[in-house]
Nanobody, 122 residues
């Protein structure tokens, strides 16, 4: 069993930065990922990273602005979000998957956190 807990969300102005953290208890799986969901919209993929941290993958909407990283000694994955825009406003979830490659569908992930809210004001 894996439990994930996100932190670091909040309110920030356009152009600002936030760093989200997700700490896992129990064993962690190969892929750690971040998703987000805005009200009335489907949950969408943001980024993922493999166990070694050597491979990362980003959604086009965040490429060049967000950076995913992980510290396996701390069982923690991070999402550094820079140059934030109002359209980044959403509840952000971390998740973990036993799959290989670059899984981007929510159904590809086995365990989920409760989410942390990010609000970007214009």
């Amino acid at each position: 069993q894996v439990q994930l807990a996100e932190s670091g969300g909040g309110l920030v102005q356009t152009g600002g930065s936030l760093r989200l953290s997700c700490t896992a208890s129990g064993r962690t799986l190969n892929i750690m990922g971040w998703f987000r969901q805005a009200p009335g919209l489907e949950r969408e993929f943001v980024a993922n990273i493999n166990w070694s941290g050597g491979r990362t993958y980003y959604a086009d909407a965040v490429k060049g602005r967000f950076t995913i990283s992980r510290d396996n000694a701390k069982n923690t994955v991070y999402l550094q979000m820079d140059s934030l825009k109002p359209e980044d406003t959403a509840n952000y979830y971390c998740a973990t998957s036993r799959r290989v490659g670059y899984p981007q569908r929510p159904d590809d992930y086995d365990y989920w956190g409760q989410g942390t809210q990010v609000t970007v004001s214009s």
